[in-house]
């Protein structure tokens, strides 16, 4: 049932939490022609009782401290009414007309995550609105799909500051209580107690890699007990796992959020400058995502992703420069990996046996090119590719991997 008041009338139910619910808000035309509302068409009413609404106006003190950013959702002010014999406060904030980003992933195709271009445009947003708040000195607590909201413009707008706080302030002694999202929380946070802004980037990152997988950061099971996940977070000395199929620019960016050590963590700021949002372009072609239902699907893919590079369309010399390249940088990994124990001879020895392999695989490729080079050169990595594939398909499967 629509309730008329004032400017404004409250209709259907878009959201609830906690002890608030959110309806969608329409303004009406005044009857006096002097009046005037600043209020849109649309809007996003959170109500609550008056008896409850503490946390509301904990929220609207902290959007009007937050003002001027366009990747916050913007916030109107609020209201009391009455209502079939209660107080109701009333905050009024910006609607979002694409729904949260939970959903947004919950509806992506085959449900596999995000095109690797929408993630940066929501995680660029996301870094602009998190360098607002933490330069306002506030830390906002609770960073997760559910409050990362689309608006028009399909940009990414930061929400729900029911649990923010201002950063750098001492908590009471004796007093430990945990605020937020447990899947979310920084490790310090779980561990002590730390709600700083180090913990938010946290939660960035763990909000990215749901995007880009369409999973949990930590892949528990589903009757998994929250003092397991809180005590795994904790004390484990783990991070959320990266698929390596995900760019390398993506996998440096979630590094970055994944230093436990807050730290050294990176913060908002130093993020907006990382090559992984920094050049927000168009990509060519979005990275396999991969489907363990099917065994052989990580290899084939890896092999397409070899086998379509740029550099290899071009012509037959540039796809040898791209594997000398790539065989130059596998024999540079080998050599890292020599022990040095052993001493001088047992070390020579290894040495020799990797630039052994190196030398025959180089000879093998300067055999297999013949009159068409380019093809029989194509054939032997194809080949050599998708027995390294299939060896190492389960490389990524770990207790909480994807």
């Known amino acids: 049932m629509e309730i008329e008041r004032g400017f404004w009338r ?34 996003a009413v959170k109500s609550a009782d008056v008896s409850l609404c503490c946390p509301l106006l904990k929220e609207n003190e902290i959007f009007s401290k937050l003002e001027g950013c366009e990747s916050i959702i913007k916030c109107y002010g609020g209201k009391l009414t009455y ?12 609607f979002a007309p694409n729904g949260s980003l939970a959903n947004r992933i919950k509806n992506s195709a085959n449900g596999v995550g995000l095109p690797e271009n929408e993630v940066k445009q929501y995680t660029q947003s996301i870094l602009q609105g998190l360098k607002h708040i933490h330069g306002r000195g506030f830390v906002h607590r609770d960073i997760k799909p559910h409050n990362i909201l689309i608006c ?13 706080k201002m950063a750098n302030k001492q908590r009471k002694k004796d007093m430990f209580r945990l605020k937020g999202t ?73 590094e970055k959020c ?73 024999a540079s990994q080998s050599i890292k990996a020599i022990p040095l124990s052993g001493g001088k001879r047992k070390r020579t020895s290894i040495g020799n ?18 009159t068409d080079g380019s093809y029989n050169l194509r054939r032997y990595w194809y080949n050599r590719r998708f027995a390294e594939a299939v060896s190492n398909q389960s490389e990524d499967i770990i207790p909480f991997g994807f």
């Open 353 to 370: 046996e990797v630039d052994q392999k190196v030398t025959d695989s180089n000879s093998l490729c300067i055999s297999t090119t013949t």
């Open 182 to 254: 447990p899947v979310y929380m920084a490790p310090e946070t779980v561990a002590y107690g730390e709600y700083e802004p180090g913990c938010d980037v946290w939660a960035l990152g763990c909000v990215v890699l749901e995007m880009l997988t369409g999973k949990s950061a930590w892949n528990f099971a589903p009757k998994t007990e929250l003092k397991d996940l809180l005590r795994w977070i904790a004390c484990s000395g783990k991070s959320p796992t990266i698929p390596g199929w995900v760019s390398k620019e993506a996998q440096s960016f979630m």
């Open 258 to 330: 994944f230093i436990r050590d807050p730290k050294l963590r990176w913060s908002a700021d130093m993020l907006l400058s990382h090559p992984f949002v920094r050049a927000n372009t168009e990509i060519e072609y979005d990275l396999p995502r991969p489907n363990f239902l099917r065994s052989d699907y990580r290899a084939k893919h890896i092999i397409r992703q070899k086998l379509t590079g740029e550099e290899m369309k071009r012509r037959p010399d540039g796809l040898q420069r791209y594997f000398c390249i790539r065989r130059f940088a596998e």
């Open 10 to 43: 409250r209709e259907k139910v878009i959201g609830r939490g906690g002890q608030a619910s959110v309806f969608l808000g329409r303004t009406i035309k005044p009857t006096d022609a002097n009046s005037q509302s600043n209020l849109p068409p649309l809007m």
């Open 152 to 164: 028009e413009n399909n940009v990414a707008k930061i929400a729900d500051f029911g649990l923010s």
């Open 83 to 94: 209502e079939n014999s209660q107080m109701i406060f009333n905050l009024f904030l910006e």
